[in-house]
């Protein structure tokens, strides 16, 4: 089932998600709906929080290479369903990054804040730990864009942006765009 995606300024965007206690039947729909949302709106990540449910839950399908990550955004202005990214899907159940080393400069979008683009400064290395849709415990080291899609989706799962990451008057500008929309 497709979900509504809550879209910035949405305050239920700020809120924290809870642990999963059980990967239960109601966990395996959630995921699988959530996919469905993903694959719908041309994302390559998506965290409950994003559609309402606040449980550390997060499914992506990341793109291998940022060319890849170019097309789709592309893709997503115009509507446009046949994207890259349909290739490795991953579900993140209570994630936590347990290493994280280097650092890199990339342009992020959001589902929550459509047709906004900015640069955002992450690691590029980290280490996570979860559970995947099957309630199995799995370690994964991740490099580039992976690892800079799980550090966005695990933000939202905090009640963070990616737009927090930009200065004072970048947050402002877009404040105004979209009350202006």
Do not use: W
């Amino acid at each position: 089932m497709i979900l509504p995606i809550l879209k910035f300024p949405d305050d239920r965007l700020r809120t924290r998600a809870l642990k999963v206690e059980a990967v239960d039947d109601t966990i395996k729909t959630l995921v699988r709906d959530m996919f469905e949302t993903m694959y719908d709106s041309n994302g390559i990540g998506l965290a409950a929080t994003q559609i309402n449910q606040h449980l550390q839950v997060v499914v992506m399908d990341v793109p291998n290479s940022f060319e890849n990550y170019q097309l789709i955004l592309k893709n997503r202005k115009t509507q446009d369903k046949k994207s890259p990214n349909k290739k490795n899907p991953l579900c993140f159940i209570n994630p936590v990054i347990t290493k994280k080393s280097g650092r890199g400069i990339n342009t992020e979008g959001c589902l929550s804040v459509p047709d906004y683009y900015a640069d955002v400064e992450r690691f590029n290395h980290i280490v996570v730990e979860a559970l995947d849709e099957n309630g199995k415990a799995f370690t994964l080291e991740a490099n580039n864009l992976l690892a800079v899609c799980i550090q966005h989706e695990l933000d939202h799962l905090q009640g963070i942006l990616f737009i927090e990451y930009l200065s004072k008057l970048k947050q402002r500008r877009l404040r105004e765009k979209i009350r202006k929309q």
